[in-house]
């Protein structure tokens, strides 16, 4: 029998560079690989119109998100207001087949009665009030960090409408838990984040840098990676290289009195995946343990050694992939100890059998089980 299945997108899902997206379009493209057929529903504000979409859906509709600022004044989120669309309300109408949410920004019409006899699916990304607390908590300026709270408190408060799904889909066992905790009548699974990788495919050798790479404009990759300079990458003699989209002119002065740290800014995907394939060590810490951290699955899959903080595994179950430090003397003294060492073949073999859990394939048979 063919399968059909809506989804509704937050964002344009290509080009798949940041987190979010990069679920979603690399879960498209197995699901199209595996014969499923996709009708995209995209909430377009930047992005635009991507033809790569229409390789892998039957069908690509393109929503505006609605910004304006009557919307941040509504009870329900404003990354939930902004979504809402009769047009997407129509098309979902339009046959019987399940439809996944990707996201809470997405699930406006969870409850709506005009999809009552419907299989809906939310897939999770992150606990968002916990996220939105956490940006708060990261922001300096004033007017941001009163936003980022009284989002959080409004996506607490919408979160109750996931009652209304018929199963959820979650990307770490720390949110599982979480949810199934508040919805314990819920059907609640564990399904880790599809990424772009097939196959384990890391250098033997050793590289001679230290990588940090990220999106430069995210508030809690700005304040990483402040602490990271300030705290461990301006200790050592190593090379350092930061690499990643839009680096403010905050970040050059960070690191101007250090010559052997390096910002590259904006890098192509080829180039920031020759970075990651020839760095010697990467270096990821995060101070919030939110959802998981899809840049640790590119390094994991593509990288030699990783050393990180607890919060960059939470609910992950990677740590035996990972060399774990918490504070800046641990990481300094790990960078130390790694640095001349070879990546072998057997270090190899043993990270593949460590990600077997996030493989592609069969996540995809999972999740297409339940449609």
Known sequence: MEKHLHIISFDVPYPANYGGVIDVFYKLKNLHK?????????????????????????????YKRNTSFLNQ????????????SGELMNNLLKDGYPILFEGLHTCYYMNDKRLANRKKIYRESNIEHHYYFHLA?????????????????KLFSFQKQLVYADLM????????????????????????????????????????YILYHGNLQVAENMKALEYLIKNVFSKINHQVIIAGLNPSQEIYNWVKDYSHIKVIANPTDTEMQTLVENAQIHCLYTHQATGLKLKLL???????FCICNEDMLAGTNLEEACIIKNSPQEMIEGINNTFQKE???????????????FDNKAKTQQLISYL
């Open 343 to 357: 990546f072998t073949q057997e270090m190899i073999n043993l990270r593949i059998q460590t990600l077997q859990a």
């Open 137 to 153: 908590h990261s922001e300096t300026n004033f007017l941001k960090k009163l936003y980022f709270i009284i989002e959080a408190k």
């Open 34 to 62: 595996a014969g499923v057929k996709i009708i995209l529903h995209c909430f377009e504000y930047v992005r635009g119109y991507q033809k790569e979409l229409e390789k892998y859906c039957e069908t690509v509709y393109y």
């Open 169 to 208: 889909l979650v990307v770490s066992t720390e949110d599982t838990a979480y949810l199934k905790s508040v919805f314990p009548e819920s059907e609640i699974k564990y399904l880790p984040s599809f990424h772009a990788f097939d196959d384990v495919k890391i250098k033997e050798g050793k590289g001679n």
């Open 298 to 304: 590119n390094v994991l899959y593509s990288g030699r």
């Open 73 to 84: 004044l509504s009870a329900t989120p404003f990354i939930v207001k902004s979504r809402v």
